[in-house]
Structures are given as structure tokens and as C-alpha cells.
């Protein structure tokens, strides 16, 4: 019993049984989803599968039409202002404030959570610093490349260290190579603080590399799989492409 309950502890995200409608479009059907504390959770799934509706359940920017959805043990509508600091979200687009500096765009986090000035300064560039943008600290996004902005957005969610980072197409809009090394700096960052989180990706490839599993979605926001990343060997051509073909089935 005890370890029942242990093991329902470790829920940091926990959506069960969940209905969203939009007038008479059913976005999400009846989803159960849930991620361990410190597990990282791969979405795939078309245009259209649900993917930022799940998004916007988790941030508490919609509220579910019935079933429940748990983060960190709070209800994401109901418990809105306790919520803030315990969850971010990089979005596709990096959304930086222009007139700030990469330092002040990563401190904005922690400004409206009450840090102060100095120690939020501080912070703010040690983070810059891990996702090595170290040498950029007072630039103006304008002066940044799309990528270095991608960074920066990633360092302002990771400095408000929260039990749950969400990831929407964080490094679709990037070239290969520095698409890369940014995934490498997110797994690094993200096993270093433990965080869990959830990252929803068009790529399949970049799903089975971040994800300790990945959850394929099909419309309306169905679990149509859940893989377990460790069973599959990216290295090896052929496997990647019978599971790309797999992959595209499921969510078709
Ligand atoms: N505010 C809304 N009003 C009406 N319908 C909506 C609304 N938001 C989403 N939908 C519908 O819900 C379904 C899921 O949309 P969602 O944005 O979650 O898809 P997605 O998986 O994020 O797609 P994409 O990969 O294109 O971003 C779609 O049919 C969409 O048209
Ligand atoms: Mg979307």
C-alpha cells in the first residue's frame, strides 16, 4: 500500500480521464496522462492531435471539460498564482522582450517571482552561462541569432527552476547542428536538476533522443503508443526507419 502510494507520489504530472470540447469539436477525448518526477515525456502527433491543447491544460490556460488534471499536486486553473515558479514553458517562438537584454530576459522570470535585483541578475547570466551564451549577457535580441534567442528562452525557463518544464517545439525552427548541441545542453541542464517535462516535437528522431518515452498522439489527443526510449537503438538505420514508418501509421 505503502508503495502504492509512494509510486502516486511521483506523479508530478497527472491528467486522467480528460474531455475537451470547443463548442462541438472534441479536442481531447478521454486522456490519461501522466510523467514521474524527474522523467522527461516525448509528444508526437499531426497537426491537429491535441498537442498544445494538452499544453495549455498543463499551464492552466484551459480548463479541462471533464476529468482532472494534476501538476505538482495542484490544479493548474484553480491554484493558478501557487503554480507560478513550479511550471515553464519555452514556446517555438522565443517571445524575448526587445528592449531587454538576454541577462533581463532571463531574470523577467525571476523579477515576477519577487527575487531580488541582484540575485536575480546573477542567476540570470549563470544560466545564460550553462546553455553557453556566456559571451552574450548584455546583448539585445536583435543582436542575437534565432538560435542564441532559442537559448535564451530555454535559460529563462530553466532559471525559475521549475518541477516541470514544458517544451513546444522548442528547436524545430533551428538549423540541424545547432538544433543539436541546444538538445545536448537541454539533456545535460535537465538531468543535472532532475526536472521533469514534457517536450512536444514534430521529430521523431529528436522524440526518442530527449524523451525517456514517447507518447504518439492521434486525433482527438488519443494515446495511440507509448514507447520507452531505451528500447530502441537510434544508431542503427534500419530500426529508426521500420519505427519512423511505425510512428507515422500510428499517428495517421
Ligand atoms: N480555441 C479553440 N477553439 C476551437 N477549436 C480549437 C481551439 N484550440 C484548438 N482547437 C482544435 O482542437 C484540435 C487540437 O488542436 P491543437 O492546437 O491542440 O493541435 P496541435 O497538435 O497542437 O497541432 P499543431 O501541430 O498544428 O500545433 C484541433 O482540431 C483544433 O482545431
Ligand atoms: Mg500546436
Known amino acids: 500500500m505503502d508503495d502504492e502510494r509512494n509510486e502516486m507520489d511521483e506523479r508530478v504530472i497527472d491528467v486522467a480521464d480528460v474531455e475537451v470540447r470547443f463548442d462541438d469539436v472534441v479536442a ?15 509528444v508526437l502527433g499531426q497537426t491537429g492531435a491535441g ?31 501557487a503554480m507560478q515558479g513550479k511550471i515553464a514553458i519555452a514556446f517555438q517562438g522565443p ?11 532571463v531574470a523577467v522570470g525571476l523579477q515576477v517571482l519577487g527575487v531580488g535585483r541582484e540575485q536575480r541578475t546573477t542567476k540570470a ?17 536583435s543582436q542575437l541569432s534565432g538560435g542564441m534567442r532559442q537559448r535564451v528562452a530555454l535559460a529563462r525557463a530553466f532559471a525559475v527552476e521549475p518541477e516541470v518544464l514544458l517544451l513546444d517545439e522548442s528547436f524545430s ?43 504518439v498522439l492521434r486525433k482527438p489527443a ?18 529508426v526507419a521500420h519505427l519512423r514508418h511505425e510512428v507515422h501509421e500510428l499517428m495517421a
Open 95 to 105: 517571445r524575448l522582450l526587445p528592449w531587454r537584454t538576454a541577462t533581463g530576459n
Open 173 to 215: 525552427a533551428l538549423d540541424e547542428v545547432t538544433a543539436s548541441r541546444l538538445r545536448a545542453d537541454f539533456l545535460r541542464v535537465a538531468e543535472e536538476a532532475r526536472t521533469t517535462s514534457v517536450i512536444v516535437t514534430h521529430s521523431i528522431q529528436e522524440a526518442f533522443e530527449l524523451g525517456h518515452r514517447v507518447v
Open 28 to 42: 481531447v477525448d478521454g486522456l490519461d496522462f501522466a510523467v514521474r518526477r524527474g522523467e522527461r515525456v516525448a
Open 51 to 81: 498537442k498544445s491543447t494538452l499544453m495549455n491544460l498543463l499551464i492552466g490556460a484551459l480548463a479541462p471539460t471533464s476529468g482532472s488534471v494534476r501538476v505538482a499536486g495542484l490544479d493548474p486553473v484553480e491554484d493558478w498564482s
Open 222 to 239: 488519443v494515446v495511440a503508443h507509448v514507447y520507452t526510449s531505451a528500447d530502441h537503438d537510434l544508431s542503427d538505420p534500419y530500426a
Open 125 to 141: 547570466k549563470d544560466w545564460l552561462r550553462r546553455v553557453n551564451l556566456g559571451d552574450a549577457l548584455d546583448r539585445f535580441p
